[in-house]
C-alpha cells in the first residue's frame, strides 16, 4: 500500500513540475523589421532588430526599425497602348484601392500623390489624364503616346518570390475583371528584363525600380544605349534595399567585409543596389567580399543552408521569400547607419531614406 501511495505521489509531483515548465517549446527567434507604412526618416542605427521570444518554432518577432534606403516601385508601359486602356487601368487602381488592400497588403501603400510624382520619365497619356482629374499634374507627358490599338495586355512582373509577382498578379486580375482591359501577369526576370521586353514588343506593362527606368530612359550603366518606347502609368509603393541575414553577429554593413553575400545577378537592379551601398562603406563587391549572384528565391534558400552569410534583396516589404524563411529560423535585417546613409544619397540622389518599421516579418 505504501508503494501505491508513493508511487502516484511521484506521478503527481511530475505533473505538476511539467505544467509549471509550460508546454510551449518554441526557441528564441530572431527578428527583422518590417514595413507597414514605413517612413522616410532619417536612418540612425546601425543594429539589427535585437532577439525575442517568437511564438513558436522558426518564428519571428519584431521589435525595432530597421534603417535603410528605398526606391521606386513603378509600373511602366508601351507607349502604343491605347490612352483609354491606361486611363481604365490607371482607374480600377486608384478608384479601388481598400478592395485591393484586401487582397494584397501592398495596396494601403497606394497614393495619389506618390503616384503622380515620378520626374525622370513622362507618363503615359492615359494616367496623366486620369491624374488630372484628380487635381495631380505630373511633371511630363510622353508626346504621341497612347495612340495604338487595344489588345490583351501582358505584365511582366518578377520572379514567383519577390513582390512584383504577387502584387502585379492582383492588379491584372482586379482590373481584368472590372474592366474590359485584359491584363494577365506573367513571371519575369525583374527590371531590366522587363524593359528589355516591353521595348522587344512580348510584355505591353512592367514593373521596373526607378532607378533601373531611369538607367533605361538615359542609356546607363545597365544599358548601353537608351530605351525610350515606354512611359509611366504610376509609381506604386517603396522597395526597400533589404540585408538579410541569420546570423546575429552581423551588425552592419561593415561586418559583411570578407563574408559571402548574394547581391543578385551580376548587372541586375539589386546588384547595382549591392554596390550602391557596399561602396557607401568603401567595400569593394568583387574583392571586399565573397560574392553570390542569386536571385531572391535561391538567396533564402542559401541562408537557409548555411551556404552565404547574407543577401541583398530589393523589393516591397514583406517579401514572401523573407517571410518564408522566417519560418525557419531567427532572421535579421541590417541596418545603414545615418553617416553612410548620408553618403549614399549625395552620390546616388535616387534613392530615399527609408526606416522599416517593426510588425512585417
Known amino acids: 500500500m505504501k508503494k501505491k501511495f508513493s508511487l502516484l505521489m511521484a506521478v503527481l509531483m511530475l505533473a505538476m513540475l511539467l505544467s509549471a515548465c509550460g508546454g510551449d517549446t518554441g526557441s528564441k527567434g530572431g527578428e527583422v523589421g518590417g514595413v507597414g507604412g514605413g517612413s522616410s526618416a532619417p536612418a540612425d542605427a546601425s543594429a539589427p532588430a535585437d ?24 509600373v511602366i508601359a508601351r507607349d502604343d497602348v491605347p490612352e483609354d486602356d491606361i486611363y481604365a487601368l490607371t482607374s480600377a487602381i ?86 474590359s482591359v485584359s491584363v494577365t501577369a506573367v513571371t519575369s526576370g525583374g527590371s531590366k528584363a522587363n524593359i528589355e521586353d516591353l521595348a522587344a514588343g512580348d510584355i505591353q506593362l512592367g514593373f521596373v525600380q526607378s532607378d533601373v527606368m531611369s538607367y533605361a530612359f538615359n542609356g546607363e550603366r545597365l544599358f548601353d544605349a537608351k530605351v525610350e518606347n515606354f512611359s509611366v502609368v504610376a509609381a506604386l509603393y517603396m522597395e526597400q534595399v533589404q ?23 551580376r548587372g541586375s537592379g539589386v546588384w547595382f543596389n549591392a554596390v550602391d551601398v557596399l561602396g557607401a562603406y568603401d567595400i569593394d563587391p568583387d574583392s571586399g567580399i565573397s560574392p553570390v549572384y542569386q536571385g531572391f528565391g535561391d538567396s533564402a534558400d ?17 517579401t514572401t521569400a523573407i517571410v518564408d524563411l522566417a519560418t525557419s529560423g531567427p532572421v535579421y535585417l541590417v541596418s545603414l547607419d545615418e553617416e553612410h546613409t548620408n553618403a549614399l544619397l549625395e552620390s546616388s540622389p535616387y534613392y530615399s531614406a527609408y526606416t522599416i518599421p517593426a510588425g512585417t516579418y
Request: net charge negative; proline share 3%.
Open 94 to 179: 486608384f478608384e479601388n484601392i481598400p478592395t485591393i488592400t484586401e487582397q494584397h497588403a501592398k495596396g494601403g501603400e497606394l497614393d495619389l500623390d506618390f503616384a503622380s510624382s515620378v520626374t525622370s520619365v513622362p507618363y503615359h497619356p492615359g494616367a496623366a489624364k486620369y491624374f488630372a482629374e484628380k487635381g495631380k499634374e505630373v511633371a511630363a507627358v510622353k508626346e504621341g503616346a497612347g495612340s495604338g490599338d487595344s489588345k490583351s495586355l501582358t505584365f511582366g512582373t518578377g520572379g514567383e518570390s519577390g513582390t512584383y509577382y504577387a502584387f502585379g498578379g492582383v492588379l491584372s486580375s482586379y482590373v481584368s475583371n472590372n474592366t
Open 302 to 318: 542559401s541562408l537557409k543552408d548555411k551556404k552565404i552569410d547574407a543577401a541583398f534583396v530589393v523589393a516591397g516589404a514583406p
Open 243 to 265: 540585408i538579410v541575414t541569420t546570423n546575429p553577429d552581423i551588425k552592419s554593413v561593415a561586418d559583411l567585409a570578407g563574408k559571402s553575400v548574394s547581391i543578385g545577378d
Open 51 to 74: 532577439s525575442g521570444n517568437s511564438g513558436g518554432s522558426g518564428d519571428s518577432a519584431v521589435a525595432q526599425d530597421t534603417n535603410t534606403v528605398a526606391v521606386g516601385a513603378v
